[in-house]
Each structure stands twice: as structure tokens, then as C-alpha cells.
């Protein structure tokens, strides 16, 4: 049984769909993301499971139970559903100390005072807060205030954890540690988390599966390495990575880039396509050649910039326009340098 | 080379310094200084036995018990009133909200004085209509409620007061990052333990900032307890004063009791403001959202139309029934006659306008309160200008003495203008319009400072550094780069003082001479001399100058905003 069920889920504000029939089924111990751009209902989405949305279709069980169903015209509120809940702006109460914030849920619950120190000491230990119980969140960094929140939920063992883009708030290398935390604290605990971002990365590093959205409607669940590498159309494709879009004629088995087709052939076309194309291939995956050399596409070197560790460049097919990145130890190209590239994937999308 | 000559120049910086710190040692530090030497000082001496005198005395000593009774109460009746409908407002799914939000703001536009003499007009003891109403209902010989006590002073006083925390707790709820009450919820806590533990903590500095502001007024708030205490020998501290000035026809001896009542105020005054600083600044926590979210919002359900109802009742009650008696009851032949229609005319009105007294007092109180605000506006921004952006010697000496009227209550500042500008430096005032001139100034200085600084501050110091790096000279920075850009501060600073002196009653009914009574003073003597019906006429006329007032200005602003 999922210990997370979504069935038929829908949400609609006026005239506008937020989210559109979302099918999910989320294991006991997952960690499953919500990625996609602003606006496209990964929050509503959230939202409608954490219970501060009602849904307008649809079913949501947890544990096979039905926490809101358009059917029965059920609705379980937010305090009955123990789950846990992490903000983006932390949400940690102001007024109350690191001790106090993480045992209100747990005073709420009315469990003996033994068991409540027990369980903060806990969970203040494995968010590395132990030394602060008595510090009032001022004080602190956002980090911590964020660790804060995350012992908060987890305190009270929740049947899901929900994290609605937790790290945002925070700069960039702290943003990074934090995932691991975040990691580590989920098998710990086993938890069941769902996590809503629109940064690729932390979706990739965090999750067992994750499920990319746009306007309201789901475009493909899988696992983060299916996802980069099979994405199912262009826009699950560009959202996650860089990307290369070109468009191509497809003649004689060839693709060509469109007006450019004294280049050369970009790479060979999948089996029986004919017309016109969008190919597309990561940065990552296309090589340097020389301009003498026997393969490739003809192209020019339009612009070079170091990124630490790797080389960019941004180099011209006839009008097109493609980046390409490559380790700098395997030297590098000036502007203006006439090359051949050689792309060694490519997929295919209409045109 | 420039900048080294420079340094040794008079230039406008230090004309802008010594300027600012003149206007504010003149209008502000002298009359202070003279009040508090006068209290303390006889003849060059320390006098404490004279303070102990007066403060033994059971007269001054039942006025200070009244005004801590009277601002008592009306803290506390305000802040309940001002916190429900605030929640209300803000927390509810009340219909009609952003229109109840701005009703509930008009008793700020409405003088007090004026209420209270609506109010008196309808619940004095014997005369009141609702009292005539209630008595013959009843047979009743004595009406059950007197407006003209304590209790009634502070039910009129937290009328007009409750706005104060009504904005602050209303603004406190609608900012507050939804999130923090929603963990809550996540966690297990239901609405009414959400409300205890979490919302009324985090909004608690905000209902104690604005009990504080109720408080300071209340204490220092003259209109109300003049109308209704004064005839039945009930006196707050700012009406003792005024009776014993009166009473002693201007002789030192009643100003000497009104200074050492003065300073009381003026250090109570203080202490409030300080306690309110501290309130804010160690309670305020931070809890305005990041990304604007809609707070979670209560639903009434079947209390919907109830306490709907409840707000329509209270404004008709407080609002509507006072402004309407008053109309009435200026257009009434004679006072005590039923509010029927073959007892009304225009007449009334018609002869205020042939009265000298009548038309004198709009006229001052039209030239005053756009004189005053103008040039407090003038001098305001010169002062913010060198408190938020010159670094100079001295500038804290500047900043203590512009939050220094913040905290000085309208009759003491009153009592410092007497002291200041009756001969004493060369200069007589006294009995002429001037001396209210003065007076308005200091005491709208610490709007003018409070708006004008907001606005500098809005204004980055690199758009002055690139213009003077463009070659222009201070002055040139100044006129074309710092007062363009601070002009929307100007201009609401402006009305910030025009509109409340237009109505002002404390410090004018100190100052005023035979030729220079202002529409309040008018109104209030009218009353004083048992022409309940002349004075309804004038304050009908008084309320369609301020609501012209208002909603011409709110225009004019909303025009400007949408051109910025």
C-alpha cells in the first residue's frame, strides 16, 4: 500500500486549472520531488496534501486512508493529518525558544512531559541544535533557523514530511549542505518526504523519484536519472540541465542544421524520419574537433569563458547558435577559432 | 584643492546646521526650558515646597487621579474595541471588509470635541434627547446612563481613540507571514490554541504600541473631558490647567500651577513614548512575510450577517447618530425642542455667517493651519536633511530635540508659548493670532520631521554624490536633485498638519485673544456660554470644512501617486 496516494487531483482558482488530474503514488521512505517553474502547481499541489487547499477533484489517501476525497465531500484538516511541514521562510515562532518551538507540536499531542524531552533532545541532536534548546530564533542564522523547522517536523515521527522549498532561503553554500542533511535525516527516520523545488539540482541530489510540472499538468515522473536522460518532451529536457536546441531537415538518413546545410551533417537521423526536426543535446555531450578533422559539423568559435574548472563556449552552425562545455585540463579554443563539432547524442523532438 | 577651502567655508551644509538648530532651540527648547524652570524655579531659587503645595493641594491632586482614571479606561476600551475589529477585519471572511476597513477609520477625521458635544446633547442627564427618550419610556425620574462622568468621558474619548490600535493590529495581522500561524496548524493546534499561543503573542507588540498611543492622547487630550467634566467639576490635567490660567485671568500664579502640571505631563509623556520604543524594538519580531501570501482567513459562516451587523451598528452609533445630531440640532429655533422637521431652519446657519465672531474663526483657522503647515513643512525638511543625511557636530542635538514635541501634550506647549512670547525676549505675541502661528508649529514639527525623514531616507546618498561628481555645488544638488525627490514627503507632511490644525481646540484655547479665535475655540465658547445651538451650527459647519478637506486632498494625493 503507497503510504502516499493522489487520485484524479485537481485544483482550479476562477477560471484558471492550478493543477490538473494528478495521478501519484508516493512508497513508505521515499524522498519524491514536485520540480517545475514558478506558477506551474507544485505548491498548490502541497498545499492540497498538507489540507490548507480542499480539493475541487479528485482523492488523496494516506496509508489507505482518505485524508480529502470530491467524492464523499470529505476533508481531514491540516492539525488532524500528522504530518510535518517545513517552510521556505522557516516558520519558526519567534516568541518561543529552539526548545519550545520543536515541543509545541508535541504539547499539542498531550504526550507525557518524559517523552516530549526525550523526543526534543532527539531531534535536537540530529539537526546538531543540542547546544542551543534555550536560544530564541533571532539569534540565530538561517540556517539554523531552518534546522530549527526541520527538528520541528520531525519530532513528531510524521506519516509524511512536507518540505515546500525548504533551502531557497539560503545562500548557496549552505544551500548545498543542507540537502545532505536533509538526506541523511530522512534515513534516519525513514521518512516518507515530499519536496517542492524549482531548482533542478537540489531535486536531482534529494530524490529517489521526482515528477516534473508545468502549467498544472504532470510531464513526467521517474527517477532523476531518467529524467535527464530521457525526457519525454523538450520542455522536461530544457528545464532540467543546459540544453541545445537546433532546428534540422532530415534528408537522406543526415540531419542538417536549417540553412547551414554546407556544414556537414549534425548527426545521423533516427531510423525512417523525413522533414524537418528539433534536435537537442546537452553542453556536455558534444566534443571539440579540429577544423581539418574528417567528422563533425563545420562551426566557429564565437565566445570563450572560464568557469573554474570548466571551459564555456558559445560557438555558431550557420546562424545557430550552441554551448558547448568542456573540462579545461583538454585546453581550450579562442574566439574566433574555425572547429568541427561532434555531437555524441542527440535527441529528437518536432519541430 | 576645492574640498580643503571648502572645509574652512561657511557653506550650506553648516548654513543648513545652524539654521535647523535655531528654528528648533526657538520653537521648541526654549518654551520647554522656561516651563520646567518656572515649575521649579521661584526667584532664582529651587522651590520644591511650592511644587509640594500644589501637588497637595486636593484640587490638582483629584485632576491628576482623574486623568490617570480617564486614560486608563479609555486605554483599555480602545484596545478591546481596536483589537476585535481589527481581527475582524483582517483574520475574518467578514463581507464588505475593505470598506468597514476604511469606515472604521473615519472617527479619526472627526474632532472629538465636536462628538462630545453630540454626544452631550443627546445623553446629558436631564436635557439629553436619549435621556428625555429613555426617561419617558421608562418613567423613569433620573436618566440611567450620564454621559457627563467619568465613565462617560472615557466611552466618548475610546470612540475616537480606538483607531490608533484598530491600525496597528490590523496592519500587524495582515503582514504577518501566514506560514507561522499554518506550522502551527501542521503541528496539531486548533484555531483557538493558534490564537492564544501563536497569533496574539506575535501581534501582542503591536496592541501594546497602540495602547500606548491611546494612552499619550488620553492623557494629554482636552476637548472631551472640557465638554463633558468641566460643568460637573470633573478636570483632567490638561483642563486644570486651562481653568486655572482662566480662572486666574493670566496671572502668574495660575501659570505657575499649569507648569508644574505641565512637566508632569511632559515627563509621564516620555516615559510612554520610551515604553513604547522599548515594546517595539525588543518585541518586534519578525514576522512580515517575504513573498506576499493571503493570510489564512476565518470563516464565519453563520456569524457572517451578525457581525456584520455589529460593525454597521457600532458606526451608526458612533459615527452617524453624533454628525447627524449635530446638523440637527444647529438647525434646531431654539435648544430642547423636539428634532422635528417644522422646529428646523437654515436660519441658524445664515447668521453665523453675519456673526463677526463666527467668521473671524473660520477665516484664522483657514489662514493658521495652511501658514503653519507650510512653513513646519519648510523648516521640516531642512531639519530631516541634516538629521538623516549631513554628518556634523552636533547633529544629536539636533535629533533629541526634533522627537522632543513628539512628547509635549498641545497645552504644554501652550503654557511654553505664553512663557516665551510674552515680552519676556522682546518679542509680545500675546493676544495676537501670531502667537498660535508659533504655537502650531512646534507642535506639528514632529510630523513634519517623522514624514520628511521617511522620505530622505528613501533616497540613496550615491543620487547626491553623482551629482555633485557632475560638478554641481551643494545648493544645486539640493534645489534640483534632493527636493524633487522628496516632494511626495513634503506634500503629506503637509496635509499631516494642515487638516489637524485646521480643527485644533488645546493649544488655541490657551492662546487665543479677543480677535483671534480659531473654529475650534468659536465652538467650544459657543457651548460655554449656553449656545448649544449656535455651536452645533458652527461645528456643521467645521465638519463640511474637514470633510471637503479630506476628500479633496485625498484626490489631489491619489492623483499624485498615480503620476509618480
Redesign the interface.
Known amino acids: 500500500m503507497a503510504q502516499l496516494a493522489l487520485k484524479d487531483v485537481t485544483k482550479r482558482f476562477g477560471d484558471v486549472v492550478a493543477v490538473n488530474r494528478i495521478n501519484l503514488e508516493v512508497e513508505k521512505g521515499e524522498c519524491f520531488s514536485f520540480l517545475g517553474p514558478s506558477g506551474c502547481g507544485k505548491t498548490t499541489t502541497l498545499r492540497m496534501i ?3 487547499e480542499d480539493l475541487d477533484e479528485g482523492e488523496l489517501s494516506v496509508e489507505g486512508k482518505v485524508f480529502s476525497s470530491s467524492y464523499t465531500r470529505y476533508y481531514l ?9 517545513v ?3 522557516f ?1 519558526v ?3 518561543l525558544n529552539v526548545y519550545r518551538n520543536v515541543s ?2 508535541l504539547e ?2 498531550k504526550l507525557p512531559k518524559r517523552e516530549i524531552h526525550e523526543r526534543v533532545t532527539r531531534a535536537l541532536s540530529y539537526t546538531g541544535l543540542s547546544s542551543k534548546e534555550h536560544v530564541f530564533p ?1 539569534q540565530l542564522s538561517g540556517g539554523e533557523q531552518q534546522r530549527i ?1 526541520l527538528a ?1 517536523a520531525i519530532a ?1 515521527n510524521p506519516k509524511v514530511m ?1 518540505l515546500d522549498e525548504p533551502l531557497s ?1 539560503l545562500d548557496p553554500k549552505l544551500r548545498e549542505e543542507m540537502r545532505f542533511e536533509i538526506k541523511d535525516l530522512q534515513r534516519k527516520f525513514d521518512l516518507t518526504i515530499i519536496f517542492v523545488t524549482h531548482d533542478q539540482s537540489e531535486a536531482m541530489a534529494l530524490s529517489d523519484r521526482m515528477l516534473v510540472m508545468r502549467d498544472g499538468v504532470v510531464q513526467q515522473v521517474d527517477s532523476p536519472l531518467g529524467i535527464y536522460e530521457n525526457p519525454v518532451n523538450d520542455f522536461v529536457f530544457s528545464f532540467i540541465g543546459l540544453s541545445n536546441f537546433v532546428p534540422v531537415d532530415i534528408r537522406g538518413g543526415e540531419a542538417f542544421a536549417k540553412g547551414a546545410a554546407s556544414a556537414g551533417p549534425l548527426h545521423a537521423a533516427p531510423e525512417g524520419a523525413e522533414g524537418e526536426r528539433r534536435l537537442a543535446c546537452r553542453p556536455s555531450e558534444i566534443d571539440l574537433l579540429p577544423a581539418g578533422a574528417a567528422e563533425g559539423v563545420k562551426a566557429r568559435i564565437e565566445r570563450m569563458t572560464y568557469l573554474g574548472d570548466m571551459v564555456d563556449y558559445l560557438a555558431s552552425i550557420g546562424e545557430h547558435r550552441v554551448r558547448i562545455q568542456k573540462p579545461r585540463r583538454a585546453g581550450s579554443l579562442a574566439a574566433g577559432t574555425e572547429c568541427r563539432l561532434r555531437l555524441n547524442r542527440a535527441r529528437w523532438f518536432d519541430a | 584643492m576645492e574640498t580643503l577651502r571648502n572645509k574652512r567655508k561657511f557653506g550650506t551644509a553648516e548654513l543648513l546646521l545652524t539654521f535647523s538648530v535655531l528654528v528648533l532651540v526657538v520653537i521648541v527648547a526654549v518654551p520647554v526650558l522656561l516651563i520646567i524652570g518656572t515649575a521649579f524655579f521661584e526667584e532664582g531659587r529651587l522651590n520644591l515646597a511650592a511644587i509640594a503645595k500644589v501637588l497637595g493641594d486636593p484640587d490638582t491632586y483629584m485632576a491628576l487621579w482623574n486623568s490617570v482614571k480617564i486614560a486608563t479606561g479609555t486605554t483599555i476600551v480602545s484596545t478591546a474595541i481596536g483589537v476585535f475589529f481589527a481581527w475582524l477585519v483582517a483574520r475574518t471572511d467578514l463581507p464588505f471588509k475593505r470598506t468597514m476597513k476604511a469606515l472604521f477609520l473615519v472617527p479619526f477625521m472627526l474632532p472629538s470635541f465636536i462628538g462630545a458635544l453630540a454626544w452631550k446633547i443627546l445623553l446629558s442627564p436631564r436635557a439629553g434627547y436619549i435621556s428625555k427618550l429613555l426617561m419617558g419610556m421608562f418613567g423613569l425620574e433620573k436618566c440611567p446612563i450620564d454621559i457627563m462622568s467619568i465613565g462617560g468621558i472615557i466611552m466618548v474619548e475610546s470612540m475616537y481613540l480606538f483607531p490608533f490600535v484598530f491600525l496597528q493590529v490590523a496592519g500587524a495581522l495582515e503582514r504577518m507571514d501566514p506560514t507561522l500561524e499554518e506550522s502551527a496548524r501542521i503541528s496539531g493546534a486548533r484555531l483557538m490554541t493558534i490564537t492564544r499561543k501563536i497569533t496574539l503573542p506575535l501581534v501582542m507588540p503591536s496592541i501594546l504600541a497602540g495602547a500606548l498611543l491611546v494612552a499619550l492622547y488620553s492623557l494629554a487630550h482636552f476637548g472631551v473631558p472640557a465638554i463633558l467634566g468641566a460643568e460637573k467639576g470633573i478636570y483632567n490635567i490638561p483642563t486644570k490647567i486651562y481653568e486655572r490660567i482662566h480662572s486666574s485671568g493670566g496671572s502668574m500664579a495660575g501659570i505657575k500651577v499649569g507648569t508644574i502640571l505641565s512637566t508632569i505631563l511632559v515627563v509621564t509623556a516620555a516615559i510612554i513614548l520610551k515604553l513604547q520604543d522599548v515594546v517595539l524594538k525588543k518585541g518586534q519580531f519578525q514576522i512580515i512575510a517575504g513573498k506576499s501570501m493571503r493570510p489564512t482567513v476565518l470563516k464565519l459562516r453563520g456569524l457572517k450577517v451578525p457581525m456584520l451587523v455589529v460593525c454597521i451598528v457600532y458606526l451608526a452609533v458612533t459615527v452617524v447618530m453624533p454628525t447627524v445630531t449635530i446638523m440637527l440640532v444647529g438647525g434646531l429655533k431654539t435648544y430642547g425642542l423636539p428634532l422635528a422637521l417644522k422646529n428646523l431652519s437654515l436660519d441658524n446657519y445664515v447668521q453665523l455667517f453675519r456673526m463677526k465672531l463666527t467668521t473671524d474663526a473660520i477665516w484664522n483657522s483657514l489662514w493658521l493651519s495652511v501658514s503653519a503647515a507650510f512653513v513646519t513643512m519648510l523648516a521640516g525638511t531642512m531639519i530631516s536633511y541634516v538629521i538623516v543625511k549631513m554628518k556634523v557636530p552636533g547633529k544629536f542635538l539636533l535629533q533629541f530635540l526634533g522627537v522632543l514635541p513628539f512628547s509635549l501634550p498641545g497645552t504644554v506647549i501652550a503654557l511654553g508659548c505664553i512663557l516665551t512670547w510674552s515680552g519676556r525676549f522682546g518679542v509680545n505675541l500675546y493676544n495676537s493670532a501670531w502667537i498660535i502661528f508659533v504655537a502650531y508649529i512646534a507642535r506639528y514639527m514632529a510630523f513634519s520631521i517623522k514624514s520628511n525623514s521617511a522620505a530622505l531616507e528613501q533616497v540613496s546618498d550615491s543620487l547626491e554624490e553623482a551629482s555633485r561628481a557632475c560638478g554641481a555645488t551643494h545648493f544645486q544638488t539640493l534645489k534640483n536633485i534632493v527636493l524633487p525627490l522628496v516632494r511626495p514627503g513634503m506634500i503629506s507632511a503637509f496635509f499631516l498638519i494642515f487638516l489637524p490644525a485646521l480643527r485644533e481646540l488645546t493649544t488655541s484655547v490657551l492662546l487665543y485673544g479677543p480677535k483671534s479665535r480659531t473654529l475650534g475655540v468659536a465652538i467650544y465658547a459657543l457651548n460655554e456660554d449656553g449656545e448649544t445651538v449656535m455651536a452645533a451650527a458652527l461645528a456643521t459647519i467645521a465638519l463640511l470644512i474637514i470633510f471637503i478637506g479630506e476628500t479633496t486632498i485625498r484626490k489631489v494625493l491619489n492623483r499624485l501617486q498615480r503620476q509618480e
Open positions: 498538507a489540507g490548507f484538516p491540516p492539525e488532524d493529518r500528522d504530518f510535518g511541514m517552510f521556505q521562510a516558520a515562532w519567534p516568541h509545541f507540536p499539542i499531542r533571532k523547522a520541528r513528531i512536507l532561503n
